[in-house]
């Protein structure tokens, strides 16, 4: 019963076959072998994008850090909301990387454009005393399990073009927005104004890689230069290609988040039903909830393992409402999820 993080879960096997195939005799490095040319057009043919340039690094700080610093001057201020990955769990990487600082936009899980607008507004006015205004960045699956529509993006897009700035995707759950919105790459990306994305695959299967598309080649070149001064340019990088090789073929991308989604439809359903309370609608493959401490206790010496949010487990109040964290990922087992739900189930039914 492991819903603590979608980083926690295995290999896919599909990608562990194509890791040893990758690993019989010799290629080039730093990624010039056969499977990158594969893993470049793959994604250029998804993203409809047949300029874009595609470049893979090992984990979602780097991809979000080095597109943002490809992006931003030192001078510069980076768009983001206080729930933001970049803000909350990157440990200063973009602020290190850029040399920007970043102005959070003021909301609850979703960035606005009217509060966008306003925080625009409240920056870049101060000629050379102040930052000025940089890419705006949003996270798509949020950090709150939650989903931009098309219609929030265009319209984010819109609003960022409209001041002449750059619009940063990180997408470390993209797979898992997609299929729950019914969406193409494209639409999701460079056709609502998003000029780089972040397109995640560790929390998706993979052991650990991650794609930047910039969609506007004439990037490339720096991002190349960053890549390296940073240290995430691998020299056997045949093993982050082959992982993402294997990552797009057959749809493996899709078919793990469908199975990520779907089980957490169910574990979502199963604790509606049960009475728990829900801190967001859950839309992907994240779950925010609240239950009693008492069941949360025991769900948890049966074995269950998941983020209490920065809750005390021991208290006086049983009945006191605590705020959790549910993750799942493609492997989750059928059986312990049922197990869990009967859990709460019994622990949340009123005493006879």
């Given at each position: 019963?492991?819903?603590?993080?979608?980083n926690?879960g295995p290999?896919?096997?599909e990608?562990?076959?194509?890791?040893?195939e990758?690993?019989?005799?010799?290629?080039m490095?730093?990624g010039?072998?056969?499977?990158?040319?594969?893993v470049?057009?793959?994604i250029?043919?998804?993203f409809?994008?047949?300029?874009?340039a595609v470049y893979?690094v090992?984990?979602?700080?780097s991809a979000?850090?080095?597109?943002l610093?490809?992006?931003?001057?030192?001078?510069?201020?980076v768009?983001c909301?206080?729930?933001?990955?970049?803000?909350r769990?990157?440990?200063?990487?973009?602020?290190?990387?850029?040399?920007?600082k970043?102005?959070?936009?003021q909301?609850d899980d979703?960035?606005t454009?009217?509060?966008?607008?306003?925080?625009?507004?409240?920056?870049?006015?101060r000629?050379v005393?102040?930052?000025?205004?940089?890419?705006?960045s949003?996270t798509?699956?949020t950090?709150?399990?939650?989903?931009?529509t098309l219609?929030?993006?265009?319209?984010?897009?819109d609003m960022?073009?409209?001041?002449g700035?750059p619009?940063?995707l990180?997408?470390?759950?993209?797979?898992?927005?997609?299929?729950?919105?019914?969406?193409s790459?494209?639409?999701?990306?460079w056709?609502?104004?998003?000029?780089?994305?972040s397109?995640?695959?560790?929390?998706?299967?993979?052991m650990?890689v991650?794609a930047v598309?910039?969609?506007?080649?004439?990037k490339?070149?720096?991002f190349?230069l960053?890549?390296?001064?940073?240290?995430?340019?691998?020299?056997?990088?045949r093993?982050?290609?082959?992982?993402?090789?294997a990552?797009?073929?057959?749809?493996?991308?899709?078919?793990?988040?469908?199975?990520?989604?779907?089980t957490c439809?169910?574990?979502a359903?199963?604790?509606r039903a049960a009475?728990?309370?829900?801190m967001?609608?859950?839309?992907?493959n994240?779950?925010?909830a609240?239950?009693?401490?008492?069941?949360h206790?025991?769900?948890?010496?049966?074995?269950?393992?998941?983020h209490?949010?920065?809750?005390?487990?021991?208290g006086?109040?049983?009945?006191?409402?605590?705020r959790?964290?549910l993750v799942?990922?493609?492997s989750?087992?059928?059986?312990?999820?049922?197990?869990?739900?009967d859990?709460?189930?019994?622990?949340?039914a009123?005493?006879?």
């Amino acid at each position: 019963m492991f819903f603590a993080s979608d980083n926690s879960g295995p290999v896919h096997p599909e990608v562990l076959q194509v890791l040893a195939e990758a690993n019989q005799g010799y290629q080039m490095g730093y990624g010039a072998d056969d499977l990158m040319d594969e893993v470049r057009d793959r994604i250029r043919t998804l993203f409809e994008a047949p300029e874009a340039a595609v470049y893979l690094v090992i984990n979602g700080t780097s991809a979000n850090a080095l597109a943002l610093a490809t992006l931003a001057d030192p001078w510069d201020t980076v768009f983001c909301t206080p729930v933001s990955h970049i803000h909350r769990d990157e440990c200063n990487a973009p602020e290190f990387y850029t040399g920007a600082k970043l102005t959070l936009v003021q909301g609850d899980d979703k960035m606005t454009p009217e509060a966008l607008c306003a925080a625009i507004e409240a920056e870049g006015n101060r000629g050379v005393h102040g930052p000025q205004r940089g890419p705006v960045s949003i996270t798509q699956v949020t950090e709150c399990g939650t989903l931009y529509t098309l219609e929030d993006i265009r319209a984010l897009g819109d609003m960022a073009r409209g001041y002449g700035l750059p619009f940063h995707l990180d997408g470390a759950r993209f797979a898992n927005a997609l299929v729950a919105l019914g969406c193409s790459p494209a639409e999701m990306t460079w056709k609502a104004g998003v000029d780089v994305v972040s397109f995640g695959g560790t929390k998706n299967g993979l052991m650990g890689v991650e794609a930047v598309i910039l969609f506007d080649p004439a990037k490339a070149r720096e991002f190349e230069l960053r890549r390296k001064r940073g240290g995430h340019l691998l020299s056997k990088h045949r093993y982050l290609s082959a992982q993402m090789a294997a990552y797009l073929r057959d749809d493996l991308w899709l078919r793990s988040a469908r199975m990520a989604n779907d089980t957490c439809n169910r574990l979502a359903g199963g604790l509606r039903a049960a009475g728990a309370m829900f801190m967001y609608e859950p839309q992907a493959n994240m779950i925010f909830a609240r239950l009693p401490r008492r069941v949360h206790r025991n769900l948890i010496a049966a074995g269950a393992v998941y983020h209490m949010e920065g809750e005390e487990l021991e208290g006086p109040d049983e009945d006191a409402m605590l705020r959790c964290r549910l993750v799942c990922d493609w492997s989750q087992p059928e059986a312990e999820v049922t197990r869990f739900l009967d859990l709460v189930t019994e622990q949340m039914a009123p005493a006879a």
